[in-house]
């Protein structure tokens, strides 16, 4: 009973790496035979399976009636059901046609449901080998208990988070963890408590995968309790922010609803009180008021702008998941970016070669076998210095790894430093297969971690044997007595040798010695004893994993577009620091550690997020908190990830950025961006395309507030002075949709203006509608209003009949909307040129398309009869014309002084 309690209360704790081995042991009440068979059902019982709960996503009809969730749509299904009252079945079922096409839009982008909790399922391992009742048993990784004694093995998944207490020269690619893109050396002692998952050497995490060695380690967290179980839950509790512009458009409709509600009411009680209509004519008024006023082509016109948003990313490797994050782009204001992967290219390189009597840097890309050998910034040929020569040779003979070659990349098989030996070789002309044929192994002693050195024994057909051994330079050097100058060999320097390991690991590269001995021709066999002592130590192999250039030049575009990077990475402190430097971050020596931020409240947190832009040994929740000390400065925060560590952090994000190439598909699913070739210029260019997605958005609004504020004022100047309505609901209706699905939409495929990667990123306060843009639609607006009501007015002096009079009016309205569609085109520069005019062939067969439903609407006997139109003549036109050429005129007019202004302001 008492081992019993013992054991429930230490499965809640989360230090196994801090704990002697033999604690787990005597806690979980199990020893190194295994649990027996029947304990097992009772903790299967007492822990649940070993697998991690699912959350079910909402149905398919909560999905479309959240679609309808919307203050504008409201008023839209309230006006509809006004005119059920009222009889006039085609206004309401043009209003219900408009909701029900938004509201199916919204409900097929959101149709793709919440799918990274199945993703982190799959990366689960489906079988364990346990060892139960003294046996090694192959069973299902989910009946596995705390308390179970696992074994691993190369190649294997880790099944549930171990405490290790067998090693033998275990190795674990940790990346989607931490970060790191070489294998994770093992042991059984334990660590430092404060230490980060990189850094737990005596753990195996659930999902992990050995990739050379073996181990055997005791159960001490299954399911949701372990690692991936803990970012899971971290996945499920993070909201999903809403976006900018979600938020602009409630805070606008809203806004937009209550005004509405106001004019409306106060227009029904001005012509029911002063004029004294009926209450009948008056709500059917007051319906064409509201419907006037609601932009109801709006929703429609931006979620088209969005997805026209989407193909243009698509076509420069970005895949868009959600669609309203192709907007968000355009606000970030900071990118977290992780390292491994997204700034390098998680490939292992040969970066510089020390050697006794000089340095060598070697160019390239990571395990491409194109580069050259440089010493002093001059081209050298390594194959004529017989130390590099024999160095690479060694490099690549003392090896288990192999590259081949695809159409498009080269593929390790292997271990990554392996494969950044084996890089270098090729890059001076070495043939792999040709070396060991030519060097036969004749024996091997493999990379062990408590040896941190391997030995291979060849010979060369001509008598000769030798020995060659690589591994950690401190261990190479103990066991070297000479050093190798080209045509001779000299004491050992270690004074020299440890100068140049300080700075070759200031500068970030990961360090490996290489040395060799000659021996007998007859010797087939290697021991320790051959190599303890009386090696020739040849040089130091510094390598890197290598920043991506097209990465360089994309961190300098979003730098010059007012966007901050900053890099928060599972890596070391000094190898994110070199890496920041080669990236030309700002002050890439200042780095804060995971450790430094467990140490911040998160106001110390905000005010170091700020001015610092590398972060390593970063854990999820690291991640995550900087991501919500960011936003609470007010940015808008993207931050790019591959590994599962990053998915929390992701989710959270303004625009979360998965890698698609390389990614898990964690990453990808709590994403709402993919990049296909996951390269962090694409990053960029999705940026541009989001920000001249908003630039779009704000031109449709620009362009069809005025217009549904032109009809509206129309509509009250004919209650207050007591005539018939200009124009009737359905025909408003007519007019919007027409106009919203030709003209409005073709400012959707407007191109990026030419200073657009120049602005600084918009506040996220920033309201949609600027002051600017407010007194251009009131000013528009009262430009309609004079225009229709003016000639609506002269037409019914002129004794015209309603029908022909209110098809003047609508005539009117659309000749406006089409001249002002010119004005639109740019804000504020003018369309007095050849661009302005013919520059989006989209306004062009947009306008054509419009004139021919025009007179469809003016002569066709069905559309009389639908909308009550009449015919026009061709003075009709001309007065039509003649008036709405007028807006076009007044715009570039008032263009032109808020230009000379704002020149007369920049010389002051």
């Known amino acids: ?260 509600g106001l004019v409306t009411l106060f227009t029904f009680c001005f012509g029911v009180l002063v004029h004294h209509f009926k209450v009948t004519e008056m709500f059917l008024a007051a319906v064409g008021l509201a419907v006037a006023a609601i932009p109801e082509g709006l929703p429609a016109i931006m979620t088209i702008t969005l997805a026209i948003g989407v193909q243009g990313m698509a076509r420069r490797n970005a895949i868009i998941r959600r669609l309203p994050a192709v907007e968000t782009l355009g606000s970030v204001s900071v990118i977290c970016t992780d390292k491994t992967g997204t700034l390098t290219r998680n490939e292992m390189m040969v970066q510089q070669i020390v050697t006794a009597t000089r340095q060598i840097d070697i160019t390239g890309s990571g395990y491409d076998f194109h580069g050259e050998f440089l010493q002093g910034g001059q081209a050298i040929d390594p194959t004529q210095d017989d130390i590099l020569v024999q160095m690479l040779r060694g490099g690549a003979l003392c090896n288990e790894a192999h590259l081949t070659i695809t159409a498009d990349e080269h593929k390790l098989h292997g271990d990554p430093t392996e494969g950044a030996l084996l890089s270098a070789a090729s890059k001076a002309g070495m043939n792999t297969e040709t070396l060991h044929e030519s060097f036969p192994r004749m024996d091997v002693i493999p990379f062990e971690s408590q040896h941190r050195y391997m030995a291979s024994l060849h010979h060369d057909h001509h008598g000769n044997g030798f020995i060659y051994v690589k591994g950690a330079p401190e261990k190479i050097l103990a066991m070297s007595r000479a050093q190798h100058r080209g045509d001779k060999e000299s004491a050992l320097e270690p004074g020299y040798w440890e100068t140049q390991m300080r700075r070759m690991a200031q500068s970030g590269l990961r360090l490996l010695a290489i040395a060799y001995k000659p021996v007998s021709a007859d010797q087939n066999i290697l021991t320790f004893a051959d190599i303890d002592k009386d090696l020739v130590l040849l040089g130091i192999f510094g390598m890197i994993d290598p920043p991506r250039e097209d990465a360089m030049r994309a961190v300098a575009s979003c730098q010059r577009a007012g966007i901050e990077v900053k890099m928060i990475t599972g890596d070391h402190t000094v190898t994110a620091s070199a890496i920041g430097h080669t990236m030309g971050f700002r002050h890439p020596e200042r780095v804060l550690s995971g450790e430094e931020i467990d140490q911040l409240s998160d106001e110390a947190l905000q005010n170091a997020a700020e001015d610092i832009h590398i972060f390593a040994r970063t854990s999820p929740e690291h991640k995550l908190r900087l991501v919500k000390a960011l936003q609470a400065n007010d940015h808008i925060v993207a931050m790019t990830g591959d590994g599962v560590n990053d998915a929390p952090a992701l989710k959270r994000a303004d625009v979360g950025i998965a890698m698609g190439h390389k990614g898990t598909e964690v990453a990808k699913e709590s994403a709402e961006m993919v990049l296909t070739d996951d390269n962090f210029t694409s990053i960029a260019a999705a940026v541009e395309e989001g920000r001249t997605v908003y630039d779009n958005l704000k031109k449709s609004i620009i362009y069809i507030l005025p217009t549904s504020g032109g009809e509206a004022l129309t509509i009250m100047a004919a209650v207050l002075f007591g005539m018939s309505l200009p124009i009737s609901p359905v025909q408003i209706l007519w007019v919007n949709m027409v106009t919203a699905v030709t003209l409005a939409l073709s400012l959707a495929f407007e191109p990026a203006e030419p200073d657009i990667m120049q602005r600084k990123p918009r506040a996220s306060h920033e309201p949609l509608l600027s002051r600017f843009l407010v007194w251009r639609v009131i000013f528009v607006s009262l430009v309609v209003l004079a225009g229709t009501f003016g000639l609506f007015w002269d037409a019914q002096v002129s004794g015209y009949a309603l029908a022909r009079s209110q098809t003047i009016a609508v005539n009117t309205l659309v000749m406006f909307e089409i001249f002002y569609l010119f004005n639109s085109r740019y804000l504020l520069q003018p369309a007095f040129t050849r661009a302005g005019f013919f520059g989006n062939r989209y306004a062009l067969y947009a306008t054509g398309g419009l004139l021919v439903l025009q007179l469809l609407y003016t002569y066709l006997p069905v559309m009389q009869a639908l909308f009550g139109s009449s015919q026009l003549a061709a003075l009709d036109w001309l007065k039509v014309i003649g008036v709405a050429m007028m807006i076009f005129l007044l715009v570039e007019f008032e263009k032109s002084l808020i230009r000379a202004r704002q020149r007369r302001a920049d010389r002051a």
Not at 76 to 97: E, N, R
Not at 153 to 182: H, N, Y
Not at 190 to 217: E, F, H, W
């Open 1 to 260: 009973m008492v081992n019993q309690m013992a054991m429930d209360d230490k499965t809640q704790l989360s230090d196994w790496h801090a704990r002697p081995a033999d604690e787990a042991f005597a806690h979980f009440n199990t020893q190194s035979g295994g649990l027996t068979h029947t304990e097992v059902p009772s903790r299967q019982r007492q822990y649940g399976p070993n697998r991690l709960p699912v959350l079910k996503p909402p149905s398919a009809w909560l999905r479309l009636f959240r679609q309808f969730h919307n203050v504008l749509i409201y008023v839209l299904l309230g006006s509809a059901l006004v005119t059920i009252f009222l009889a006039h079945w085609l206004d309401t079922g043009v209003i219900l046609g408009v909701v029900l096409i938004n509201a199916l839009i919204g409900f097929i982008q959101e149709g793709k449901a919440e799918k990274a909790l199945d993703a982190i399922q799959l990366l689960l391992s489906q079988h364990a080998n346990v060892r139960r009742d003294g046996h090694i048993l192959s069973i299902a990784a989910e009946e596995l208990v705390p308390g179970d004694i696992v074994m691993l093995q190369s190649g294997d998944k880790v099944p549930a988070d171990l405490r290790l207490f067998q090693v033998k020269d275990l190795r674990i690619e940790e990346a989607m963890l931490t970060g790191e893109s070489v294998p994770t050396s093992k042991s059984s002692e334990p660590v430092a408590a404060n230490a980060v998952i990189g850094d737990r050497k005596c753990m195996a995490y659930s999902g992990t995968l050995v990739s050379y060695g073996q181990a055997y380690g005791i159960v001490v967290a299954t399911g949701k309790d372990s690692e991936i179980g803990r970012i899971t839950s971290m996945l499920k509790n993070v909201e999903r922010l809403t976006t900018p512009l979600l938020r602009q458009m409630m805070q606008f409709g809203n806004r937009l609803t209550l005004s509405i």
